[in-house]
């Protein structure tokens, strides 16, 4: 049974649920404005001060589940009107400030917000800048952080606090990994969903015959719907529309190959090269390490081969991809990568879809899915991107010395990235995952606890073929173009 873990879930659900279901009824125009009283009926409000607040947050985030601000090319907004109950002052002087006669605090204050009643220190908050030194300087740590979750969330530094007390996004720095989405206890800030796009497009095959649309789904699927079997889901997502449901981790076992050779070609000129399968992996290089961008592997990650792969074989094939990552949907609008995956749609979106349509999987029968092994299962997971190319170097017999460094979440990512600025690397391939736990920790995750990597490896032991060969030797995959351009 579907659980939600808290009431912004909740609430994203029910706008998400009823936009599908007016898309797919062909109401949505004439109904859009009637969504906020259908998920906020009153006459009490569930989390805010009044049902017209509520309302109005809700309108918002309609226009985010119908596509967002096409102006922004960012796939993370602000509900400005949601951004207002966090702590408005970061910084506070406390009862344990002991009113000593140094002041480090008032001396270490570049604009002089600090000043001195009795003795004790307070801060001017029309000055502060929040910077911090007042906090570090103090030598009895009586200065309170109060740090802004979505803020203590985003380790790429891409958002800040304007004049209104409102967070920006600063999408020069945003690598749209979603992290501030979850994180947000009001709800604040939200991710685009295409989900009215791919239910037109389904509902076009209903007429046209000749469109065919393929979901790929992630093989961080192991560890979201619980309640079913992922047989199950996979006959859901047939019912939707959708012609047929194949594995992203068959493009993983692509990639794996791909890269285990890219390696030594790299390595001729490079210390090291890094994994492109993590898009907010890719996006933080390009913006906080330029000078790095050399050392990225030029592979495709394991959505785009797949996409590739099903439009080689299908020539009228659309794809949608379905997993918990908000940075796919940046990814697949790249110039060098458009026109592979058509669409991106999330677990929640999912979830939502397969209750607007009343598909209940719980009782769905059971639809084999056999597209993959078991190393391409467990890219899922940190450490499965090292794994899989270390098996695909064994199978090919490849003469290169593999030191790999795996990188759990952005900061590890971020401390691998500055050693290999310097030189001082211990390793030559950096698997970087920028959620912490790999795919299976993505924002747009049906659940945020902690996960059971073991999960993830018993999906991958289900997997028929147990190598990567064996994975590949069913499709004709040379055809497929596996760099990015």
């Given at each position: 049974m579907?659980?939600?873990?808290?009431?912004?879930?909740?609430i994203k659900?029910?706008?998400?649920k009823?936009?599908?279901?007016y898309?797919?009824?062909?109401?949505l125009?004439?109904?859009?404005?009637?969504?906020?009283?259908?998920?906020?009926p009153?006459?009490k409000?569930?989390t805010?001060?009044?049902?017209?607040k509520e309302?109005?947050?809700?309108?918002?985030?309609?226009?985010?589940?119908?596509g967002?601000?096409?102006?922004?090319?960012?796939?993370i907004?602000?509900?400005?009107?949601?951004?207002?109950?966090?702590?408005?002052h970061?910084f506070?002087?406390t009862?344990a400030?002991r009113?000593?006669?140094?002041?480090?605090?008032?001396?270490?204050?570049p604009?002089?917000?600090?000043?001195?009643?009795?003795?004790k220190?307070?801060?001017?908050?029309?000055?502060?800048?929040?910077?911090?030194?007042?906090?570090n300087?103090?030598?009895?740590?009586?200065?309170?952080?109060?740090?802004?979750?979505?803020?203590?969330?985003?380790?790429?530094?891409a958002l800040?606090?304007?004049?209104n007390?409102k967070?920006?996004?600063?999408?020069?720095?945003?690598?749209?990994?979603?992290?501030?989405?979850?994180q947000?206890?009001?709800?604040?800030?939200?991710?685009?969903?295409?989900?009215?796009?791919?239910?037109?497009?389904?509902?076009?095959?209903?007429?046209?015959?000749?469109?065919?649309?393929?979901?790929?789904?992630?093989?961080?699927?192991?560890?979201?719907?619980?309640?079913a079997?992922?047989?199950?889901?996979?006959?859901?997502?047939?019912k939707?529309g959708?012609?047929?449901?194949?594995e992203?981790?068959?493009?993983?076992?692509?990639?794996?190959e791909?890269?285990?050779?890219?390696?030594?070609?790299?390595?001729?000129?490079?210390?090291?090269?890094?994994?492109?399968?993590?898009?907010?992996?890719?996006?933080y290089?390009?913006?906080?390490?330029?000078d790095?961008k050399?050392?990225?592997?030029?592979?495709?990650?394991p959505?785009?081969?797949?996409?590739?792969?099903?439009?080689?074989?299908?020539?009228?094939a659309?794809?949608?991809?379905?997993?918990?990552?908000t940075?796919?949907?940046?990814e697949?609008q790249?110039d060098?990568?458009?026109g592979?995956?058509?669409y991106?749609?999330?677990?929640e979106?999912l979830?939502?879809?397969?209750?607007?349509?009343?598909?209940?999987?719980?009782?769905?029968?059971e639809?084999?899915?056999?597209?993959?092994?078991f190393f391409?299962?467990?890219?899922?997971?940190?450490?499965?991107?090292?794994?899989?190319?270390k098996?695909?170097?064994?199978?090919?017999?490849l003469?290169v010395?593999?030191?790999?460094?795996?990188?759990?979440?952005?900061?590890?990512?971020?401390?691998?990235?500055?050693?290999?600025?310097?030189?001082?690397l211990?390793?030559n391939?950096?698997e970087?995952?920028a959620?912490?736990?790999?795919?299976?920790?993505?924002?747009?995750?049906?659940?945020h606890?902690?996960?059971?990597?073991?999960?993830?490896?018993?999906y991958?032991?289900?997997?028929?073929?147990?190598n990567?060969?064996?994975?590949?030797?069913?499709y004709?995959t040379?055809k497929?173009?596996?760099?990015?351009?």
């Amino acid at each position: 049974m579907r659980n939600f873990e808290n009431d912004v879930q909740l609430i994203k659900y029910k706008v998400l649920k009823q936009v599908i279901k007016y898309a797919d009824e062909g109401t949505l125009s004439e109904k859009v404005f009637d969504i906020p009283k259908k998920v906020i009926p009153g006459p009490k409000p569930m989390t805010r001060c009044c049902i017209y607040k509520e309302r109005a947050i809700v309108s918002e985030r309609v226009k985010l589940a119908m596509g967002g601000n096409k102006k922004n090319p960012n796939v993370i907004e602000v509900i400005s009107e949601a951004c207002d109950e966090c702590p408005i002052h970061r910084f506070k002087v406390t009862e344990a400030c002991r009113g000593c006669l140094a002041h480090k605090c008032k001396e270490a204050c570049p604009v002089g917000a600090i000043y001195i009643i009795d003795r004790k220190s307070y801060i001017d908050h029309e000055k502060c800048i929040e910077c911090g030194r007042c906090k570090n300087a103090c030598p009895y740590n009586a200065i309170s952080d109060v740090m802004r979750p979505c803020r203590k969330a985003c380790s790429a530094s891409a958002l800040r606090i304007d004049e209104n007390k409102k967070a920006v996004i600063d999408n020069e720095k945003c690598i749209q990994c979603g992290a501030c989405v979850y994180q947000c206890p009001f709800g604040a800030i939200m991710d685009k969903s295409f989900v009215v796009d791919i239910i037109n497009l389904l509902k076009k095959t209903k007429e046209d015959k000749s469109i065919r649309v393929y979901a790929v789904i992630a093989p961080a699927i192991s560890s979201q719907f619980t309640y079913a079997k992922i047989e199950q889901v996979v006959t859901g997502i047939k019912k939707l529309g959708f012609y047929d449901v194949v594995e992203a981790a068959l493009g993983a076992d692509m990639v794996a190959e791909t890269e285990s050779k890219e390696l030594i070609e790299k390595l001729k000129d490079k210390k090291f090269m890094t994994t492109s399968c993590c898009p907010a992996f890719v996006s933080y290089i390009e913006k906080k390490y330029p000078d790095l961008k050399g050392n990225m592997s030029s592979t495709v990650s394991p959505m785009i081969a797949v996409s590739r792969l099903i439009k080689e074989i299908d020539s009228s094939a659309k794809v949608v991809f379905i997993g918990p990552c908000t940075a796919k949907k940046a990814e697949i609008q790249r110039d060098e990568l458009k026109g592979s995956t058509d669409y991106v749609m999330t677990f929640e979106e999912l979830q939502a879809m397969l209750d607007a349509f009343e598909i209940n999987i719980e009782e769905c029968e059971e639809t084999p899915l056999n597209n993959a092994s078991f190393f391409g299962r467990i890219f899922a997971r940190s450490g499965g991107v090292t794994e899989a190319i270390k098996q695909a170097i064994k199978e090919e017999n490849l003469n290169v010395e593999f030191k790999p460094v795996v990188c759990d979440g952005l900061k590890e990512c971020d401390k691998a990235l500055k050693l290999g600025k310097i030189g001082k690397l211990n390793g030559n391939f950096v698997e970087g995952m920028a959620c912490v736990g790999g795919c299976i920790g993505g924002a747009a995750s049906l659940c945020h606890g902690p996960k059971d990597r073991s999960e993830v490896d018993k999906y991958g032991n289900l997997a028929i073929e147990k190598n990567i060969k064996e994975s590949l030797s069913v499709y004709n995959t040379k055809k497929v173009n596996m760099h990015k351009e």
